[in-house]
């Protein structure tokens, strides 16, 4: 049979069925595409009504007041004066009679060493004199006979010069031996340590008993003047004239010593003196301040936070530092207007103790927002709730922890 008369085979069943399968798989393919891809986005659900709706606020009315300006800075509580307490001469430490952390006033008897051998020392002293002065009347006697002597030309002028020499040389070494009379009564006084400030006894370092150096480095304890006492503490270069200013002033500015967390006030002192320079290194200038500290508040080394009062600010407008914020345009608050909260640039002035004072743009008694900043923005309602009807557990509370 000739090629052009064959009859072109039908393709089999599995054929259809694999390509029916391939032509489903393309059209999940495209169906997944277009829900991922090509899907319109739907519409978010609307917003619950308590964000769209006022936001509560607790406000505090701006207020004018005496401003008091103060530099802050950390301070170190200093004795006012330390003394090593040695003793001035070798010998046995016969006994100390104060104890450790006693508080004892200038002159009072610490300690005593034996003084049996200075005493005999002196005593040598002493006999060592008498014989001189012995020597010396006699001396004194032979030249007045001399004298009469000479005066009748009995005996020739040498020696009568030779007895005056003799006189004066006696009469010199009288007054050695007086000195040394004198230094053996000044080291057996040495023997009795004594206070030279008045002060609190440190750690004993030399017990009772044992044989000491004159002048040891160690000592036999330290001393420490408590009452007064001092507090050390830097001021940065940019307040160095107020300070100086302030110390100039004829009434003593007023430094406060406060705890590490600044929570309560330990002392109330003033400004004693400045450092004759600025140290180069840290741009700061040391000052000291002195407290009486009667009540011991203030310990030797203590860390505390000092405040120095540096001028007043009579009827100065102030706001509370919390309600003060700062962006790109500044420094400024939120303040309540018709419902509605609006923003307010301000010109800061100095801050202390939570307040800010406001030198322009705000005036007495305009509600500024202080809690409840977050959800703030300009034009947005707002509703004032005060203090009283918030729950405990509400983080407006006066109460509540710290954001």
């Known amino acids: ?43 978010p659900p609307p917003a619950p009504s308590q964000w769209r709706g006022p936001v509560a606020v607790r406000v505090e009315p701006a207020r004018t007041e005496d401003f008091t300006v103060q530099a802050r800075a950390v301070g170190t509580v200093a004795p006012y004066n330390t003394v090593v307490v040695r003793s001035r001469v070798a010998g046995q430490l016969a006994r100390v009679l104060v104890r450790e952390g006693q508080r004892v006033a200038r002159g009072q008897l610490l300690a005593e060493i034996d003084p049996e051998p200075l005493r ?124 100086r200013a302030a110390h100039a002033d004829k009434t003593p500015a007023v430094v406060e010593a406060w705890d590490r967390d600044n929570r309560q006030r330990l002392a109330i002192g003033r400004l004693d003196t400045l450092d004759n320079q600025i140290d180069a290194a840290t741009a700061t200038l040391r000052l000291k301040a002195r407290f009486e500290n009667a009540d011991d508040a203030l310990f030797p080394n203590q860390f505390v936070n000092v405040r120095l009062a540096l001028r007043q600010l009579p009827g100065a407008v102030t706001i509370p ?46 509600p500024v927002v202080l809690e409840g900043l977050d959800r703030l923005e300009e034009g947005r309602a707002v509703k004032v709730v005060q203090a009283t009807e918030l729950p405990a557990n509400s983080p407006l509370a006066p109460d509540a922890a710290p954001r």
């Open 321 to 366: 530092t919390d309600a003060v914020q700062h962006g790109s345009r500044g420094s400024y608050v939120y303040v309540i207007a018709d419902n509605k909260a609006r923003v307010r640039d301000l010109v800061l002035g100095p801050a202390s103790g939570g307040r800010t004072v406001v030198t322009k743009g705000l005036a007495e008694g305009e």
């Open 120 to 243: 005999v020392a002196l005593a040598q002293a002493q006999g060592q004199q008498q014989q001189n002065l012995a020597q010396l009347r006699n001396a004194e006697s032979e030249l007045a006979r001399y004298e009469q002597l000479f005066t009748r030309d009995a005996i020739a002028r040498q020696q009568l010069d030779r007895q005056a020499a003799l006189v004066q040389q006696l009469r010199g070494t009288l007054k050695a031996d007086q000195a040394q009379v004198d230094n053996a009564r000044l080291q057996l006084s040495y023997t009795r340590i004594e206070a030279p400030i008045a002060g609190r006894v440190g750690l004993r370092r030399v017990d009772a008993g044992n044989l000491i150096a004159a002048n040891d480095a160690n000592g036999l304890f330290t001393l420490t003047q408590t009452q007064p006492v001092a507090v050390l503490f830097s001021v940065p270069e940019p307040q160095v004239a107020d300070v």
């Open 1 to 43: 049979m000739p090629e052009s008369d064959r009859t072109p085979a039908l393709p089999s069943h599995r054929s259809w069925a694999r390509g029916l399968l391939w032509l489903g798989l393309l059209l999940a393919a495209g169906a997944a595409a277009w829900w991922f891809l090509l899907r319109p986005p739907q519409t």
